[in-house]
């Protein structure tokens, strides 16, 4: 199975709003309601910001939110902040054994 | 407070072997599935491994019979024996708890750089 499909980047303005789409299949987006985003910075922890397609732990702004319609599941980061400039990957629960998740290509958030 | 910190990365020659630790705290690990995620420099994040609370154990097809991970419960450890290493095992590898939620990772190690090159 191949990795789920994001934008290589996505950029946006201070206040401004932006979306990253993650797009995968019916065997695993589409499939199930196990779908997570996390925000990472290469060389450090990633850090979980939504799980179950759109659930909040406790602690990740408000400002984050998600939803999912078929085989595409969807982050907006509403109210851009410089501190959100990160790679941004989803992830899915798949139907497989191996792989057990797929994650996303990736997507680099840059606030000009 | 959950902490996990990974150690064992390091130079490896093509075909060597590695031995990686996750050393867990601040949770009950026997009670917590554990998994293995990489990330190829420059490339996103990877599943590789991960074992239940049964010590039932799943791979990638990409590390099928090179890998093996495992946990010591007394020693609030998880690990990755790494076998027959290719250029392409050239990553760094994260440990993660996964959550409540399946294949949810709700903590991460920092991570631990293995590099393989002769």
């Known amino acids: 199975q191949s990795a789920l499909t994001q934008p290589a980047s996505v950029s946006g303005s201070p206040g401004q709003s932006i979306t990253i789409p993650c797009t995968g299949t019916?065997?695993?987006?589409?499939?199930?309601?196990?779908v997570s985003w996390y925000k990472h910075h290469p060389g450090k922890a990633p850090k979980l910001m939504i799980y179950?397609?759109?659930n909040r732990p406790s602690g990740v702004s408000n400002r984050f939110s998600a939803s999912k319609s078929g085989n595409t599941a969807s982050l907006t980061i509403s109210g851009l902040q410089a501190e959100d400039e990160a790679d941004y990957y989803c992830?899915?629960?798949?139907?497989?054994?191996?792989?057990?998740?797929?994650f996303g290509t990736g997507t680099t958030v840059t606030v000009l | 407070e959950v902490q996990l910190v990974e150690s064992g990365g390091g130079l490896v020659q093509p075909g060597g072997s590695l031995r990686l630790s996750c050393a867990a705290s601040?949770?009950?690990?026997?009670?917590?599935?554990m998994h293995w995620v990489r990330q190829v420099s420059g490339k996103g994040l990877e599943w590789v491994s991960s074992?239940?609370?049964?010590?039932?154990?799943y791979y990638a097809d990409s590390v099928k019979g090179r890998f093996t991970i495992s946990r010591e419960i007394a020693k609030n450890s998880l690990y990755l024996q790494m076998n027959s290493l290719r250029a392409g095992d050239a990553a760094v590898y994260y440990c993660?708890?996964?959550?409540?939620?399946?294949?949810?990772?709700?903590?991460w190690g920092q991570g631990t750089l293995v590099t393989v090159s002769s």
């Open positions: 993660a708890r996964e959550g409540t939620a399946d294949v949810t990772f709700d903590y």
């Open positions: 992830s899915s629960y798949t139907s497989s054994n191996t792989p057990l998740c797929l």
């Open positions: 019916s065997s695993d987006v589409g499939g199930y309601n196990y």
């Open positions: 179950e397609v759109s």
């Open positions: 074992i239940g609370t049964a010590d039932d154990t």
């Open positions: 601040g949770f009950t690990f026997s009670s917590y599935n």
